[in-house]
């Protein structure tokens, strides 16, 4: 089965921030990652499939790039919406993972 | 844009079985085009996401290899919905359960549509 790893497990930033967030795969995943958010309290939220796409309605202040086990999430300038833990889930195939989620404080 | 509702009891007591219903509205569960698999993923509070599994109307099913010995996701394609049943409960399956659906035709993809969680608890 593929793992994911994150990192870091936290983040400790400021509204304007530029913050990046690196999720690895055990094994080549090709582009098939997924990003989400979630907030306390709440159902995640998909913020960017095939490491790159934003799904409807994501601000284009988030981005994803990688391809085969290194990846990354940026967001260009960190606004007050959006403290809350982002996880990673690899997305290629079956058993899906998820990675462990960075909290953004 | 389909929408999800996950049902079912809060408690449940240690050893017993969990059963939760997904009722999908906006969407065929059944629907052959496009087609999706629909998915079940639990967190436990204060701790991070676990893919649980999930399933196509055709009946193909995938299981997280931690879980699959007690782990069954079933359709109702009659009532729009699908089930999962997880037995032999222990204080360690308390979670808020969720349930998706897949991004990708007759794949994974990533789940883009999520219900809005039912907290399970697990206690006598």
């Known amino acids: 089965d593929i793992q994911m790893t994150q990192s870091p497990s936290s983040v400790s930033a400021s509204v304007g921030d530029r913050v990046t967030i690196t999720c690895r795969a055990s094994?080549?995943?090709?582009?098939?990652l997924a990003w989400y958010q979630q907030k306390p309290g709440k159902a995640p939220t998909l913020l960017i499939y095939?490491?790159?796409t934003l799904q409807s309605g994501v601000p284009s202040r988030f981005s994803g790039t990688g391809s085969g086990t290194d990846f990354t999430l940026t967001i260009s300038s960190l606004q007050p919406e959006d403290f809350a833990t982002y996880y990673c889930?690899?997305?290629?195939?079956?058993?899906?993972?998820f990675g462990p989620g960075t909290k953004v404080d | 844009q389909p929408q999800l509702q996950e049902s079912g009891p809060g408690l449940v007591k240690p050893s017993e079985t969990l059963s939760l219903t997904c009722t999908v509205s906006?969407?065929?569960?059944?629907?052959?085009?496009?087609?999706?698999?629909w998915g079940w993923i639990r967190q436990p509070p204060g701790k991070g996401l676990e893919w649980i599994g999930s399933?196509?109307?055709?009946?193909?099913?995938y299981y997280n290899p931690s879980l699959k010995s007690r782990v069954t996701i079933s359709t109702d394609t009659s009532s729009n919905q699908f089930s999962l049943n997880l037995n032999s409960l222990i204080d360690a399956d308390t979670a808020v359960y969720y349930c998706?659906?897949?991004?990708?035709?007759?794949?994974?993809?990533?789940?883009?549509?999520w219900g809005p969680g039912t907290l399970v608890t697990v206690s006598s």
């Open positions: 094994q080549g995943i090709g582009k098939w």
């Open positions: 889930q690899q997305a290629k195939s079956f058993p899906s993972t």
């Open positions: 095939d490491t790159s």
């Open positions: 906006g969407a065929s569960i059944s629907s052959n085009s496009p087609s999706y698999y």
């Open positions: 998706a659906r897949h991004m990708l035709v007759d794949g994974n993809g990533g789940l883009g549509y």
């Open positions: 399933i196509h109307h055709w009946g193909t099913t």
